[in-house]
């Protein structure tokens, strides 16, 4: 994310340019696009967004974001934008696969006895496996083209996500409580951004999901 406030026209390219191309395709094979944003493409004032509300984004990553969104829906067919944020599970196989904020916060927890975690960005929470079985749903159900929501239920700061993974997981360790300033970066985050999900099934909370990781 920060890497796009240095590269725009890469990230503009990866996150609209080419979504649109694969939009046109799919759209003259008549077959389904689903294509995963974010909740980066809001600004964080109103707090919580439905599907419906206007976007706003702060950094160069969220208006790449939203400039897939609006690109992919210029190609008709059927196509499916599911907005998600903060996803965590089993990492990938592939050696760029990046390591997500719990298995961050477990590889801390056994080198530090204190960690400093951000408390005043709010999140939604989105479990892999979760994420999937969602979308295979959606694709079954084959709902209207548009715009879906799709986290686990609930939100939570980086300090509370981070707290209840020590808990969950049995780590005697304190965390601290610290404003974003405190670790400096390129583009600029939303305060809260939380989604709702108001067109699909709700999702399990969060920290159901979470103890179901950490237990596997």
Known sequence: MDGAEDRPEQAFLLNAELPAALARITAEMGVPLVHYSTNYVFDGVQGEYAEADAPAPLSVYGRSKLAGERRIAEQGGQWYVLRTAVI???KGESA???KSFVDIMLDLS???DTIDVVSDEINNLTYAPD???A???LLEAAPASGIYHLTNTGGASWFDCA???F???GRSVATIPVPAARF???ARRPAKALLLNTKQPPLRPWQDALREFLAS
Request: charged share 40%; proline share 8%.
């Open 135 to 137: 979308t295979r749903s």
């Open 131 to 133: 994420l999937a079985e």
């Open 88 to 90: 965590f599970g089993p």
């Open 110 to 112: 056994e080198k530090r």
């Open 96 to 98: 760029l696969s990046k």
């Open 167 to 169: 808990r969950i997981a």
């Open 184 to 186: 400096p970066r390129k």
């Open 163 to 165: 707290q209840e993974i």
